[in-house]
């Protein structure tokens, strides 16, 4: 890489030196929380801003006079919180908690009013040298990828401003592309939510430090540092920004010759999971197509993540719910069987297709036996009561959940960030609750190897900035040569938390290691759409919704 081509390169005359370094800093991944760390590493510091001061007068007070956030310390800053009357989040870290409030510090009264208590000062000798590699084809991991086949106008869960990255909002992308001011409240597409965060790193003149469609593999610790063999790069410092959405779980090989048929109208497409991606698939399907639902159904232990939604706030999340409810009430034995939607539970959503018509859910169902045909296949089903029926079927979703990966890592790293035992084999696979635990005590899970994002747990992009903020203030001391503390920082005493925070979206609805799955099977494969799809499924829903392949 030029050194002109860098300006992270560019601004410390050290960057000259690296004889035995290629490159200080390796971020692995290109989606959100890749971009606010390489935001922050190009010199961009986070300071609290007290012009409003902060509703909460003792975190005002904590912060007046020390208002340096890089290396603030959360337990003194954080410790009030449980007891404050303002309601903080209990389930998230509480770094991230602490950045959220700051960043966003009235996001509940006034979405867009811009207000916010973090000022971004640019003091570019401290810049950290540092590359980002996404094997996403633009900046913008998971968003880019959308490796479950629902529509790209699905609206995203949060409200824009909860998307926004520092120095280029939502909002201010939203007015250059269309002319217009953003409504409040407005919860963008996933299509104008891949768009911002494409544009975000030129936007913000982040884009030299980004590598694109590649993917890094075989990192390895050596003497000073680490060495990635995919690329024959050296560093000091790992940062992992690979998420845990990457890998979609995957059905056994009984089932995955439904997903090559090409889905019509009148003969059911079989979709199974029970979160927001199966949702997805129901709310994107055109409006006459039938529709065959199986999912887990268990509101004591673990209630499906759309349980959550609101109706007025997640109309649709919320009338699949209902749809599941209904379908899980008439299965119980005692209850009386299915009957047409009532009006009184109908919400506009529910008015907009004949779902008695269109709509067979099925809770806690396997499948016992598939017979292909030539355009359709008959599938055999067993209910939780033992009763079998018969369908003919064309297409299928599988959309049972997510996972990450950290196979990139070589076995000894990857024993040391998963502090297994290296005898015995550790899975690479990461859920949002893997290295929860570490998180809580250092978001540096090994001596130089960090993780931010949806790695920590904290899945949210508005929770991203407390564990960058985190990182970058451990990197960019260490850059200056003065050491840093290891542990404790985020650990404020509090119980640890739920994942309550992101229960719902795919990843975080998680059966304990050893709890079987009702519907099948779970394996991973990396998520490439065409490999799962094999063309039929995707085409159909590209077709209907208009939008690009
Ligand atoms: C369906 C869905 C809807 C969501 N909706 C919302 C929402 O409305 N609001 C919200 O705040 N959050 C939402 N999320 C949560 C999501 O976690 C965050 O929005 C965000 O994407 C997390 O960013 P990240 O940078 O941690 O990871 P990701 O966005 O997951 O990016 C990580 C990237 O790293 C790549 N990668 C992995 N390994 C390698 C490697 N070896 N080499 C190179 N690249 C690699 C991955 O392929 C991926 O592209 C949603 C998630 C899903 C799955």
Redesign the pocket.
């Known amino acids: 890489m030029s050194r002109s081509a860098c300006p992270a390169l560019d601004v410390r005359p050290e960057a000259q030196d690296m004889s035995s370094m290629d490159v200080d800093t390796i971020i692995?991944?290109?989606?959100?929380?890749?971009m606010l760390l390489s935001y922050i590493l190009h010199g961009h510091l986070p300071y609290y801003s007290s012009n409003p001061p902060h509703p909460d007068p003792l975190l005002h007070a904590k912060l007046r006079d020390a208002p340096e956030l890089l290396n603030a310390d959360v337990h003194a800053l954080t410790d009030h919180f449980a007891a404050s009357r303002l309601s903080y989040s209990t389930q998230a870290l509480p770094v991230n908690v602490l950045l959220d409030t700051l960043v966003r510090p009235s996001v509940d009264i006034e979405e867009l009013g811009g207000i916010t208590n973090v000022e971004w000062r640019y003091v570019p000798e401290k810049a950290v040298p540092h590359l980002v590699?996404?094997?996403?084809p633009r900046a913008g991991?998971?968003?880019t990828?959308n490796p479950v086949p629902a529509s790209w106008d699905i609206q995203?869960?949060?409200y824009a401003s909860?998307?926004s990255l520092p120095g280029y909002s939502f909002a201010e992308h939203y007015r250059k592309a269309t002319g217009k001011e953003l409504p409040a409240f407005t919860r963008p597409t996933r299509e104008e939510t891949a768009d911002y965060f494409c544009t975000y790193p030129e936007a913000v003149r982040i884009d030299d430090v980004f590598r694109f469609s590649?993917?890094?593999?075989g990192i390895s610790r050596t003497e000073n540092g680490f060495h990635i063999r995919s690329h024959n790069i050296r560093c000091k410092n790992v940062v992992l920004?690979?998420?845990i959405?990457?890998q979609v779980l995957q059905p056994r090989p009984m089932l995955q010759p439904l997903a090559s048929l090409q889905p019509t109208p009148e003969v059911p497409l079989l979709v199974i999971g029970s979160g927001?991606?199966a949702a997805d698939i129901i709310i994107s399907a055109p409006k006459d197509q039938k529709l065959l639902h199986i999912f887990k159904w268990d509101p004591e232990g673990r209630p499906s993540p759309l349980r959550g939604c609101h109706h007025q706030a997640y109309p649709e999340y919320a009338g699949v719910y209902r749809l599941m409810k209904r379908a899980a009430l008439a299965a119980e034995p005692a209850k009386p069987k299915r009957g047409k939607m009532r009006r009184a539970s109908s919400t506009p959503f529910l008015e907009t297709r004949p779902w008695d018509d269109i709509y067979e859910g099925h809770p806690n169902t396997a499948i016992v036996a598939v017979e292909m045909q030539e355009e359709q296949a008959l599938v055999t089903f067993r209910q939780s009561d033992g009763s079998t029926f018969t369908r003919p079927v064309r297409g299928m979703v599988y959309a049972t959940g997510?996972r990450g990966s950290l196979e990139?890592l070589d076995s000894e790293l990857l024993s040391e960030v998963r502090e297994g035992d290296e005898a015995t084999e550790i899975s690479p696979v990461i859920s949002a609750r893997t290295l929860r635990g570490k998180a809580f005590e250092d978001i540096e899970v090994a001596p130089d190897v960090f993780i931010i994002?949806?790695?920590t747990g904290d899945?949210?992009?508005?929770f991203?900035y407390g564990s960058c903020v985190q990182a970058a203030g451990k990197l960019i001391s260490a850059r200056a040569g003065q050491e840093r503390v290891r542990g404790g920082s985020n650990n404020n005493s509090r119980p640890q938390s739920s994942l309550g925070v992101?229960r719902g979206?795919?990843?975080h609805d998680i059966s304990p290691p050893n709890e079987s799955r009702v519907v099948d099977t779970d394996r991973m494969t990396p998520s490439i759409p065409q490999k799962i799809m094999s063309g039929g499924l995707w085409k159909w829903l590209w077709g209907w919704s208009g939008m690009k392949s």
């Open positions: 692995v991944g290109n989606g959100p929380a890749a590699f996404g094997d996403a991991g998971q968003w990828d995203t869960l949060s909860m998307l590649e993917t890094l593999s920004a690979s998420g959405f990457t927001f991606s997510r990139y994002g949806s790695l899945s949210l992009i508005r991203a992101m979206i795919d990843g």
